[in-house]
């Protein structure tokens, strides 16, 4: 009996608990657990300022659109991964994003901050209009129900040309792209110019930290308690006084502002938008692509996101850049039966179907076993 | 009432779109059933049952133009390919994530079509193939109105599908076995009913359906490529409409669809042009939107029994 | 709260990170240097002089960009016009390369016939290639295009837009869709038998759509007749009886149809059963022989005149065409007779023309290829295209002739031409702004 209460002080007579041994919730909630964590935040931070000055300029606008999808696909995350509602519609709401840095950033002349305030406020508007209507369905049926979503969408925007141009599309290259005195086009710092695609690369990377921590805060906050609670048995949540309804709607908006931003940053990225990117087979076919972010990142985690993103969309690059002259059985790709797009979807679909066999949390999860199998040495078995 | 209700279009038009609304929602009921059937006994919603129908059709092509076989030989031969890489996919794939969540089952099935789609292309092509089918641009004429032989096959073979599947279901121990273990697995298994045998005989039922739906959605005023996978897209709603579990209603669904379709195309330019061009892409969605949101689970689906 | 060492750690990394950073800068002074030795390169003072390496070409070897769909449906189109490309460097780099010396190298692109990917390709690709010999889609350009012009880039595109003549960054060849809708209007009420026939039109509901539309409206105005309705449809279209009963009911006896190739061959079938025989005149895009070979072959035999340019397939008087054909089957590997062949074969040699003057004026770089584009006077196809009168953007012109072709199943690519090379007063007088 002596030994319950010793075990509750922080420091018990007999010596130091082991470190990973938490002995209040508020430690176990700390964004930062531990020396590694706490490095591995600081070599991020390095690599940061770094990259944009020792890559190629293909390889940082490739790491750009990494970042753009990060940040659809934390969205995504909170309403597939911590929610449990399966969404095949996000790419509407990225593209209601990048038709706010077209017509209000770019037609109208809106300033940065500005338009994707609005970009904000659309996702959340359009995530909060749909949500109600989803909180009715489940499962399967709302998979389907938001491939619904993504045809509407694009209905609307080919046909609501005074905004969006309609079908032959927009330029975006009239959108300003500056915070204060720092104009991201042409960034100049201590007399040194750098590109737009350097000053994107800083930007989109610093919103990808931005909405990771957003996230993250969410998750460990007694609202992220709830929408797992939903997640894992949402009629079990209900009894104990979590309102589904509630945290659906929240969490599709949540998911449609993250989208939206994206939406706006990709934007500004491609200097050009059309309807059909958002909707109908493409835009399904972007929707799957966040999705399968999630899948082979990790779902259910922040930072599995992002990892996902930068898989999936980096291998993308690597095979379409790199694949022609690839060896594939001992023929070159383009010279056999496949071509490179062929062979990049067989295998972004193959990598689906085998996480999920193999892997089925993802790239986080195979992060977390060499984790403790190091954590635990010498008695990791 | 009559010059009310045609108006600018002529009697002959009304029934000639009716009549293409029925047939083209016959071919998307032909590829909901491919759907229906492994929901009904595995719980999956099955996004590569377009490329099985894809597939389907790429077979009964190989057979029937390059090795020259009998058209009726080769559609049999496709429906047996379409039924192995159905029993193929179970066996590989399928059976490992039985008991896995919605959102899981959908995307390993997403997965299987990117890599199908992808290979279809690299054998036989990207190419529009004409398929050689015995009805070819026939049609039966009564009075001014004409009514092509093919759409007449695709809604006999529809209705005939149909049948052997309320046949199957209703009528043998596979079928009351299939039921069984979709409505509760442990407690199909108690029964002495093996889920493994269920779950192949759904997939192979599934993939020949699908070679059937491939085969008729490219024979007649149709024909073959890859974007055959973009029409099982709008059997989506088809499905929902009627309920996922319902054969019947996939077939409901399919032909509302269809009519919906081709009644958009006629009415729009002449009603309601304000709601855009291209209307009738988008209003399947729209119609199973709000069907959906007065029955989330569809016209004939059964509601869900929930449990803490 | 408690001051923690690693929050220091950090500050100290994060400063010498900024200092790595500043390094990836450029310093205004280098820019400057960059560009007086870019404009020194070049230039009028010393056209007999070797071109300088640039981007894209690193003395010996140029390298060219295409963007074009090799997976989906639209590669159906993507490939034989990339193999057409290569066909004719290939044959090119056999005979030494451009001016006798410059090996020529293609960098393929799958574009998936999505504006996304096509950007996202064009950006990857931009930093490695002189200029871009091929990009596919109408809607694919529109999207480069703007981009395009901010870098100072050309490329050629696989698309016969009236929007790209005035284009400086563009390199068009072939005659427009109005051209070859004019033409084959006027073929049809002059030689065609259609004196007083009720035309009407049969078009996608998108800006391809419309230049079809445009020539209708040109030649009724110029021939003097009344167009009867236009029917839209929407790309994918799964069933055209709605369209069909549109066109029967008001009594078209000659629809000019403006589609792709799925879409068109729909419609026609759809047609053929309905029992609705008009005269269609098929712009160039919405052909394809195997979708037209089957079933529908009697109906488009009597039916169906397609309006393109050019000579019939095999016709060796046409010396453009013999040399093409001797250069497919060396190089050609297992490619059929495609018309898409024939037009990315177009393309390559329309590309080398502007190479060769680029080479002529001593300037290899983004800015030479510009500058070569409107130094050329015409780009000849010796019979393979109509020759385009090039020169200052605002003087070009693209030719005025068409070919009408009927549809002729033994024929290599299921086309033989009817009016060879017809050219109207009607579209020599359109105006393309």
Redesign the interface.
């Known amino acids: 009996m002596a030994a319950i209460p010793s075990i509750l002080t922080r420091r018990p007579p007999g010596g130091r608990p082991h470190h990973r041994l938490d002995l209040d919730g508020s430690r176990d909630l700390r964004l930062l657990k531990g020396?590694w964590a706490?490095?591995f935040?600081?070599a991020l931070?390095?690599a940061?300022?770094?990259i944009?000055?020792?890559l190629?300029?293909?390889t940082l606008?490739?790491l750009c659109?990494c970042g753009v999808y990060a940040i659809g696909a934390i969205g995504l995350n909170l309403l597939?991964g911590f929610t449990?509602q399966?969404s095949l519609g996000h790419a509407a709401f990225f593209g209601a994003g990048a038709y706010c840095s077209a017509y209000l950033g770019s037609t109208r002349g809106w300033p940065f901050l500005a338009y994707i305030a609005a970009a904000v406020v659309v996702g959340l508007a359009i995530g909060g209009l749909v949500g109600p209507?989803a909180a009715?369905?489940?499962?399967?049926?709302l998979?389907?129900?938001t491939?619904?979503l993504l045809?509407?969408a694009?209905?609307l925007f080919?046909?609501w040309d005074t905004v969006t141009g309609g079908?032959?599309?927009v330029?975006v290259?009239e959108a300003a792209i500056a915070i204060g005195p720092l104009d991201f086009r042409s960034?100049e710092?201590?007399?040194?110019?750098?590109?737009f695609v350097?000053g994107m690369f800083w930007l989109i990377w610093a919103f990808v930290a931005l909405t990771a921590l957003l996230a993250k805060n969410i998750v460990r906050s007694r609202a992220g308690r709830a929408l797992q609670a939903i997640r894992d048995?949402d009629?079990?949540a209900e009894?104990i006084g979590v309102q589904p309804t509630r945290y659906k709607v929240g969490a599709f908006a949540l998911a449609g502002a993250c989208a939206a931003v994206a939406g706006a940053f990709y934007a500004l990225l491609?200097?050009?938008v059309?309807p059909?990117?958002f909707g109908?087979?493409?835009g399904?076919f972007?929707s799957?692509t966040f999705?399968?972010m999630i899948?082979m990142g990790g779902v259910g985690t922040v930072f599995g996101s992002i990892l996902g993103a930068l898989l999936v969309e980096y291998g993308r690059?690597f095979i379409?850049?790199q694949g022609?002259d690839a060896p594939l059985f001992g023929i070159p790709v383009?010279k056999g039966?496949?071509?490179?797009?062929?062979?990049?979807?067989?295998l972004?679909?193959?990598?689906?179907?085998l996480f999920?066999?193999i892997e089925?949390r993802g790239l986080a999860a195979l992060w977390l076993r060499i984790k403790t199998w190091f954590m635990s040495w010498p008695f990791s078995y | 009432m009559s010059g009310l209700l045609l108006g600018a279009i002529s009697a002959d038009a009304w029934i000639e779109t009716i009549f293409s609304g029925v047939a083209l929602g016959a071919k998307y009921a032909l590829v909901a059933l491919g759907f229906v059937v492994v929901f009904k006994a595995t719980g999956v919603i099955n996004f590569a049952q377009a490329s099985l129908v894809l597939v389907g059709g790429y077979l009964c092509w190989n057979f029937a133009a390059t090795w020259g076989w009998n058209f009726y030989l080769a559609l049999l031969a496709s429906m047996v390919g379409g039924a192995l890489l159905g029993l193929l996919l179970e066996v590989l794939i399928l059976r490992r994530m039985s008991g896995e969540a919605p959102f899981t089952l959908i995307m390993v099935t997403i997965g299987i079509l990117f890599v199908i789609d992808n290979i279809v292309t690299a054998i036989w092509g990207a190419e529009g193939r004409d398929l050689p089918d015995p009805w070819g641009l026939r049609t039966y004429r009564f009075g001014k109105v004409d009514i092509a032989v093919a759409d007449v096959w695709t809604i006999g073979i529809t209705v005939l599908v149909l049948g052997a599947f309320f046949a199957m279901f209703r009528l043998t121990t596979l079928g009351l076995a299939m039921r069984a273990s979709a409505l509760d697995q442990e407690a199909a298994l108690a029964q002495g009913i093996a889920p493994k045998r269920v779950y192949q005989v759904a997939w192979a039922c599934a993939g020949a359906v699908g070679a059937v739906a491939g085969v008729m959605l490219a024979s007649g005023s149709g024909s073959l490529n890859p974007a055959l996978g973009l029409l099982a897209l709008v059997a989506f709603p088809a499905m929902i409409l009627g309920g996922l579990e319902s054969p019947g209603g996939a077939v409901i669904g399919g032909i509302i669809i269809g009519l919906v379709q081709q009644l958009t195309a006629l009415l729009a330019p002449e009603y309601f042009d304000w709601i855009g061009s291209g209307f009738e892409v988008v209003s399947p969605y729209f119609v199973m939107v709000i069907i959906l949101l007065v029955r989330p689970t569809g016209l004939f689906g059964q509601k869900e029994v929930r449990r803490v | 709260m408690k001051k923690q060492p690693w929050l220091r750690l950090l500050a100290l990394l994060l400063t010498l990170a900024l200092g790595a950073a500043a390094c990836g800068g450029s310093s205004n002074d280098d820019d400057d240097a960059t560009a007086t030795t870019a404009a020194g390169g070049g230039g009028e003072e010393k056209p007999a002089g070797d071109p300088e390496p640039t981007t894209g070409f690193d003395g010996t070897t140029i390298k060219l960009g295409v963007l074009t769909p090799t997976s989906g449906a639209a590669s159906i189109i993507g490939k034989p016009l990339a193999v057409g490309n290569q066909v004719y460097f290939d044959r090119l780099n056999a005979e030494g390369g451009v001016a006798g010396k410059y090996k020529v190298e293609l960098d393929v692109r799958d574009t998936a016939y999505a504006e996304a990917t096509a950007i996202q390709e064009y950006n990857a690709t931009k930093g490695g290639v002189l200029m871009y010999t091929q990009i596919m889609g109408t809607a694919i350009i529109k999207a480069v295009l703007s981009q395009m012009k901010q870098d100072g880039i050309a490329g050629s595109p696989a698309t016969l837009d009236a929007d790209w003549i005035r284009e400086p960054n563009l390199i068009p060849l072939g005659g427009p869709y109005q051209v070859q809708v004019i033409n084959g209007l006027d073929w049809y009420m002059k030689k065609g038998g259609g004196e007083g026939k009720q035309v009407c039109s049969l078009a996608q509901d998108d800006p391809y759509g419309d230049a079809g539309q445009e020539g209708v409206d040109h030649a009724g105005e110029e021939l003097g007749f009344e167009p009867g309705p236009r029917v839209d449809f929407a790309v994918a279209t799964a069933d055209f009886t709605t369209q069909i009963n549109q066109l029967e009911s008001a009594g078209c006896e000659a629809v000019v149809l403006v589609a792709t190739p799925l879409d068109a061959s729909g419609a026609l079938n759809k047609a053929a059963q309905a029992g609705f025989a008009p005269t269609w005149l098929v712009v160039s895009p919405g052909f394809l022989k195997l979708l037209y070979a089957g079933d529908l072959a009697p109906y488009a035999t009597e039916h169906v005149k397609v309006l393109s340019e050019g000579g019939n397939w095999g016709d060796e008087s046409i010396p453009g065409m013999a040399q093409m054909l001797e250069d497919l089957a060396t190089y050609g590997g297992d490619q059929v007779p495609d018309p898409y062949f024939a037009f990315g074969y177009s393309q390559a040699r329309a590309v080398h023309q502007v190479l060769e003057k680029a080479v002529e004026l001593g300037d290899l770089s983004h800015e030479g290829i510009l500058k070569a584009i409107t130094s050329i006077d015409e780009l000849t196809f010796d019979g393979l295209l109509g020759d385009y009168k090039y020169g200052a953007i605002e003087d070009r012109d693209p030719p005025r002739a068409s070919t009408i072709f009927k549809f002729d199943a033994a024929a290599p690519t299921g086309l033989t031409a009817q009016e060879a090379n017809y050219e109207s007063e009607a579209a020599k007088s359109f105006d393309f702004g």
């Open positions: 020396p706490k490095g935040a600081v931070a390095v940061y300022f770094v944009p000055g020792s190629s300029e293909t606008r490739t659109y597939t449990g399966v209507f009715r369905l489940r499962g399967n049926y998979a389907v129900v491939i619904g045809f509407l694009q209905h080919t046909n079908g032959s599309g330029s290259g960034l710092l201590g007399g040194l110019t750098y590109t350097q048995r009629l079990s009894i491609q200097n050009y059309n059909s990117e109908g087979r493409i399904l972007l799957i999705v399968a899948i690059r379409a850049e022609a383009e039966w496949l071509t490179t797009g062929e062979l990049n979807g067989v972004f679909g193959g990598l689906i179907v999920l066999l089925p």
